[in-house]
């Protein structure tokens, strides 16, 4: 295992201010809580459990998730921080209450504020047996707007995002017989669809699971293109919204689309093919500024579930990316710079982080 005196020199290291390591012998618990930054508030952030091969591998995923979730809530002008928890295991059969628990007490003993959420490999009932070693755990609120599910307001802040990349690229934000296509209709995916086709657009989709295309032809009158295909079908927008690496050294030159706004995080497999996508005069929208609606709508619902203020916040991502359309035009640098530079500004970066490790 990689020394835990080295995590400081790692290349995901970014100042973050307390990485902990998350051992119960009885339980087998073996992972990481990373906390970015809190200059904003309590970090935020989803406990993913994977079968990481080592304890490396874990906390370099752990470094670099909460580093992003700070740039994504101070992007959205969240007054919540960045974090991130991982555990080692795979969560159909190495997971139990006991390390469920254990988990709890880690995330409850923490020197700063984190507040644990579900994300791959965990789930609400999860998250419920931690609420009873710690307050500190977001999407079990009853009564939650969706029960919890933060994807409809991912799907709402997309077709926010979406339009206003239209009205920059195009003048108006009218969505009448835009053509656009949709990789992935999952429930993200799938959700988008209802309001794009609500809008007047023209859809488009591919998915690995034949049901759900039919489920889009049905209801949104969609055309079904092959997962192959998709990227490069002749549209006005595409969106990446299945996994991440969508734009890659294969298919950034084959995109035909005059704009690319996912909800795929990492839909750009380098920053270079952010730039590439610039050149060929393509609006890319950064994922992590269109697809916030989730965070948004999870820091609600911990905050009261106020629907009103939810909705306006999510009306805000237009603005925001507004705003950061106008500078990648002025500084003639591409929008993903532009979004980590407006997301530092809001966050105010230190330039020394508190660490804390056990
Ligand atoms: P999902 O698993 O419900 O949907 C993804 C869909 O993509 C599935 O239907 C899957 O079959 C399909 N798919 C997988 N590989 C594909 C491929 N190669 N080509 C075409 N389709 C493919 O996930 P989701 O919750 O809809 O999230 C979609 C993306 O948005 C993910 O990258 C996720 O990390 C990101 N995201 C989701 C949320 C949220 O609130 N759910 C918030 C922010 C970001």
């Not at 012998?25 to 091969?53: D, K």
């Not at 009564?143 to 599910?149: I, P, V």
């Not at 009205?167 to 009218?174: A, K, L, P």
């Not at 009103?308 to 710079?337: P, V």
């Amino acid at each position: 295992m990689m020394s835990i005196m080295n995590y400081t020199s790692l290349p995901d290291f970014d100042h973050h201010e307390e990485v902990v390591r998350c051992v119960d012998e009885g339980s087998g618990l073996r992972g990481f809580i990373a906390v970015h930054n809190t200059n904003r508030g309590p970090a935020l952030g989803g406990c993913r459990m994977w079968t990481y091969g080592d304890e490396a591998a874990a906390l370099a995923d752990v470094l670099r998730l909460s580093r992003g979730q700070t740039y994504k809530a101070a992007l959205a002008n969240l007054d919540i921080g960045g974090g991130k928890s991982v555990i080692i295991g795979d969560p159909r059969s190495d997971k139990s209450r006991d390390l469920l628990l254990a988990m709890g007490d880690y995330v409850n003993n923490l020197n700063v504020s984190y507040i644990i959420a579900e994300d791959s490999g965990t789930g609400v009932a999860d998250m419920r047996v931690m609420n009873e070693r710690t307050q500190w755990v977001a999407g079990v609120v009853e009564g939650s707007e969706h029960g919890g599910d933060p994807s409809p307001s991912t799907a709402y802040g997309m077709f926010v995002g979406i339009k206003a990349a239209v009205r920059h690229r195009f003048g108006s934000d009218n969505l009448a017989g835009m053509r656009i296509a949709i990789q992935g209709v999952g429930n993200v995916g799938y959700r988008l669809g209802a309001l794009l086709y609500e809008a007047g657009a023209s859809l488009y989709v591919a998915d690995v699971f034949a049901d759900n295309c039919e489920c889009a032809v049905r209801e949104f009158d969609a055309r079904v293109v092959s997962v192959e295909e998709i990227h490069r079908t002749e549209v006005d927008v595409y969106s990446p919204c299945a996994l991440g690496g969508a734009i890659n050294d294969r298919t950034v030159m084959q995109i035909k689309a005059a704009v690319v706004a996912g909800a795929a995080n990492n839909q750009l497999s380098s920053p270079l093919h952010g730039n590439r996508l610039q050149k060929r005069g393509i609006l890319c929208v950064p994922d992590y500024a269109i697809n916030a609606g989730g965070i948004i709508d999870i820091a609600y619902e911990r905050a009261g579930g106020d629907q009103e203020g939810k909705r306006r916040h999510l009306d805000s991502i237009s603005d925001t990316l507004a705003e950061l359309f106008r500078r990648a035009d002025e500084s003639g640098r591409s929008t993903a710079r532009v979004a980590d530079e407006l997301a530092e500004e809001r966050f105010q970066k230190r330039s020394e982080g508190r660490h804390h490790q056990i």
